[in-house]
Every structure is written in C-alpha cells, then in structure tokens.
C-alpha cells in the first residue's frame, strides 16, 4: 500500500533557530501534499496545500514566512518552520495524495517538534 | 485560531461491546467523508471512507453511517477490541479541492 514516511520523528531545536520537516512518499507519486498541524488533545489544523513544481497554498492566518513549504519533486515536501518560537511547539503531520496511490490519502507518522 | 486547553470527548466501551462514535460536519456541500483513527504519536490511520451518495458503507468490523440531513456521521465498531483504544477522527471534503476539515475528535477507551 501507499507509505508516507515523515523524517524526523521528533525534534528539539532552540529559539531563533529553523528546522526542516521531510514528508516523501514511498511507492507513488504524490502530486498533492498536505501539512497539517496538531496541539495536544486537539484535531488536526490544516495549514497549507502543496503541490508539485508550484507555489503552496496557505490557509487563513498561517504564516508563510514562518512555515516554508517546498515540493520539489513527486515524492518530497519540505516544511520549514524558520526562526522557531516556544509556541511554534506542536505534532506536525504531512499526508499525500497520488493518483497511484487511489484518491486516499495517507498520513506520515508525524514529528514532534519542541522549541526551548 | 487556535484553541488552547480543548479535551477531546472520550467514549469508554467495555470490551466486546460495539461503539458508536458521532460526528457533526459544517459544510453541507461536503460530499465525502473518512473516518481515521490516531494512536497516540502517530499520524492518523484510514478506517473507512463514504461519499455524499450513500447513507450506510460497511468495513470489516467497522460500519459508516451518513445523513446529510442533520450533517451528522457515526462510526459504529462491533466487538471493540483493546486494540481500538485512540482517538477518532470524521474528516469531510467536497470536490475539487482535495482539503480534508478535521472534526474535533472523539477518544475511544477500551475497558477490559
């Protein structure tokens, strides 16, 4: 089936400091990512849609600058979360979606990202 | 935004028994639905799935009702095993878009 492997799965990094988050699909092509991000005990926020060889597409209120967002090839997106803040702390999830893959989507394992 | 210090509802079910999980979804031109379930740590894992024209989806052990009525969808589980214990997800979309609106989230504890 269709694995999503999501590289690291935890991470602490200090203020000021940026960290790269890697999304990439195992066995298919994913021409859509998803990054999504989740507080404690909450649902998932969808923050902004990729797509291959374009610009990402933002939701409302998520900062562009702060969350970079690459999708350079058919099997890897890059979220990175630039100039981190103790409040940037949160479970960051991708999912991709590939024509290969059926219309599903599939989730990687998620990080951990914690800011001290 | 943002919603700080949220608990998610939590369903306890004894072990055997069926659970129900609800979901109310916003969109009413949402035309398809998943169910996922997330374990502790982990990304969200693909249950089940129904689109807008049915009302009922069977799964091994799992069952997805739909009425689009009152928007409102449950996740029935027979013989709920320890192994169901996370938390629940309804996730809705409509056509054309590819977004999925995650519900808020149910947790499910298995009692043995």
């Known amino acids: 089936g269709a694995v999503v492997s999501q590289h690291p799965s935890w991470v602490i990094c200090k203020s000021g400091t940026s960290v790269k988050i890697e999304c990439r699909s195992l066995?298919?092509?994913?021409?859509?990512m998803f990054w999504y991000r989740q507080f404690p005990k909450q649902s998932l926020m969808l923050m902004a849609t990729s797509n291959e060889g374009s610009k990402a597409t933002y939701e409302q209120g998520v900062e562009k600058d702060k969350f970079l967002i690459n999708h350079a090839s058919l099997t890897l997106s890059t979220l990175t979360v630039t100039s981190a803040h103790p409040e940037d702390s949160s479970f960051y999830i991708c999912s991709a979606r590939g024509e290969s893959a059926g219309n599903g989507y599939t989730f990687g394992s998620g990080t951990r990202l914690t800011v001290v | 935004g943002e919603s700080v210090g949220l608990h998610l509802p939590t369903l306890s079910v004894q072990e055997g028994d069926n659970s129900i999980i609800n979901c109310a979804y916003s969109n009413s031109a949402s035309d398809y639905f998943i169910w996922y379930k997330q374990e502790s740590g982990k990304g969200p894992q693909f249950i089940i799935d129904?689109?807008?024209?049915?009302d009922k989806r069977q799964g091994q052990r799992v069952t997805v009702l739909l009425n689009k009525t009152v928007k409102h969808l449950s996740l029935q589980i027979a013989a709920t095993q320890p192994g169901d214990s996370a938390v629940y997800f309804c996730a809705e979309s409509f056509s054309g878009t590819y977004k999925y609106i995650f519900g808020t989230g149910t947790r499910l504890k298995v009692l043995a």
């Open positions: 066995d298919f092509q994913a021409t859509t």
């Open positions: 129904i689109r807008s024209n049915m």
